[in-house]
């Protein structure tokens, strides 16, 4: 199943040309974070108790965390992003640039106040 999107990927009715592996993989921003694989081996019609497990996990896949339960995202601190091969995106290596730059830039003009300051009484 190629190019499948969305938390959901069915084969009805599944046959027995349908058996084999699968992949279903998690990206984020272009780059895989989890790839996990899955054998798929049709058989015959589901056991009974099978149905009332599918039915529980339509239900788990329906629900959503309460606000307060909300996961935070990974923000991680500079020096795990440094300490983290690959971790620094070139968007975050502008931003590094960019902060490195604007802090010389404000040591030297605190650097010229001062001496204009301390040698202007003489």
């Given at each position: 199943m190629a190019g499948a999107?969305?938390?959901?990927?069915?084969i009805r009715p599944a046959q027995p040309q349908h058996r084999g592996?699968?992949?279903?993989?998690?990206?984020?921003?272009?780059?895989?974070?989890?790839?996990?694989?899955?054998?798929?081996?049709?058989?015959?019609?589901?056991?009974?108790?099978?149905?009332?497990?599918?039915?529980?996990?339509?239900?788990?896949?329906?629900?959503?965390?309460?606000?307060m339960e909300m996961v935070e995202p990974w923000r991680p601190s500079l020096g795990e992003l440094l300490?983290?091969?690959?971790?620094?995106?070139?968007?975050?290596?502008?931003?590094?640039?960019?902060?490195?730059?604007f802090l010389s830039a404000s040591l030297v003009l605190l650097g010229w106040v001062f001496f204009r300051w301390y040698f202007s009484d003489s």
């Amino acid at each position: 199943m190629a190019g499948a999107r969305g938390n959901v990927a069915r084969i009805r009715p599944a046959q027995p040309q349908h058996r084999g592996t699968f992949s279903c993989e998690i990206l984020h921003e272009q780059r895989p974070l989890a790839r996990l694989y899955f054998f798929l081996n049709v058989t015959g019609p589901p056991p009974r108790g099978e149905t009332e497990l599918q039915v529980s996990f339509r239900e788990v896949l329906r629900w959503a965390p309460r606000e307060m339960e909300m996961v935070e995202p990974w923000r991680p601190s500079l020096g795990e992003l440094l300490a983290t091969p690959g971790a620094l995106t070139p968007s975050n290596q502008c931003l590094l640039a960019a902060a490195v730059a604007f802090l010389s830039a404000s040591l030297v003009l605190l650097g010229w106040v001062f001496f204009r300051w301390y040698f202007s009484d003489s």
